[in-house]
T-cell receptor
Framework: SQQGEEDPQALSIQEGENATMNCSYK?????LQWYRQNSGRGLVHLIL?????REKHSGRLRVTLDTSKKSSSLLITASRAADTASYFC???????????FGPGTRLSVLP | DAGITQSPRHKVTETGTPVTLRCHQT?????MYWYRQDPGHGLRLIHY???????DKGEVSDGYSVSRSKTEDFLLTLESATSSQTSVYFC??????????????FGNGTRLTVT
């Protein structure tokens, strides 16, 4: 079974609203990363949060990590139509083994 | 965008034929990866490389082989393509394994259809 699972699978909001996506995982991690994928393109790294961090910000993005609940959330504030994309979480491990990606959340921001 | 070029961008091939996908990077990163992306599965790792001629299997390596003769090039070969290998293939690079200290940078993908 997959290590990371995003929730919801799909999200539709109006421009200007906030979008929240969640990621749950099963085993201990070293870090967790969020990626964005626009249609027909590769994934683009958004933000990395380490296991000893609880919150990180980058522009309109806010990521939280709760290792006790094995979950993370990505908040996009004041969303724009250009934020329409799929968002993936990926978990990294202490032994350096490779990332495991979740199936993603498809975000649609309506103008 | 990181300097990663995948070729071809699209390919249609018949069942049973060999197919080679190419990934070329200009970043001089040590680690290179091949992923496949299918609906509902996210990205799954096929093979990765940790140096020239150093490769290892990922989660879904059956039916695939890879080679890395130069730092900048990582080839993925489907020895005998099957319909189950119809997918979008992404190459990625990183400075550290598993992105422990650095993220993955992705190419724009190759859409492969096996008929």
């Amino acid at each position: 079974s997959q290590q990371g699972e995003e929730d919801p699978q799909a999200l539709s909001i109006q421009e200007g609203e906030n979008a929240t996506m969640n990621c749950s995982y099963k085993t201990s991690i070293n870090n967790l990363q969020w990626y964005r994928q626009n249609s027909g393109r590769g994934l683009v790294h958004l933000i990395l949060i380490r296991s000893n961090e609880r919150e990180k910000h980058s522009g309109r993005l806010r990521v939280t990590l709760d290792t006790s609940k094995k979950s993370s959330s990505l908040l996009i504030t004041a969303s724009r139509a250009a934020d329409t994309a799929s968002y993936f979480c990926a978990t990294g491990f202490f032994n350096g083994q490779n990332f495991v990606f979740g199936p993603g959340t498809r975000l649609s921001v309506l103008p | 965008d990181a300097g990663i070029t995948q070729s071809p961008r699209h390919k249609v091939t018949e069942t049973g034929t060999p197919v080679t996908l190419r990934c070329h990077q200009t970043e001089n990163h040590r680690y290179m990866y091949w992923y496949r992306q299918d609906p509902g599965h996210g990205l799954r790792l096929i093979h990765y490389s940790y140096g020239v001629k150093d490769t290892d299997k990922g989660e879904v390596s059956d039916g695939y082989s890879v080679s890395r003769s130069k730092t900048e090039d990582f080839l993925l070969t489907l020895e005998s393509a099957t319909s189950s290998q119809t997918s979008v293939y992404f190459c990625a690079i990183s400075e550290s394994l598993g992105g422990v200290n650095s993220p993955l940078h992705f190419g724009n993908g190759t859409r492969l259809t096996v008929t």
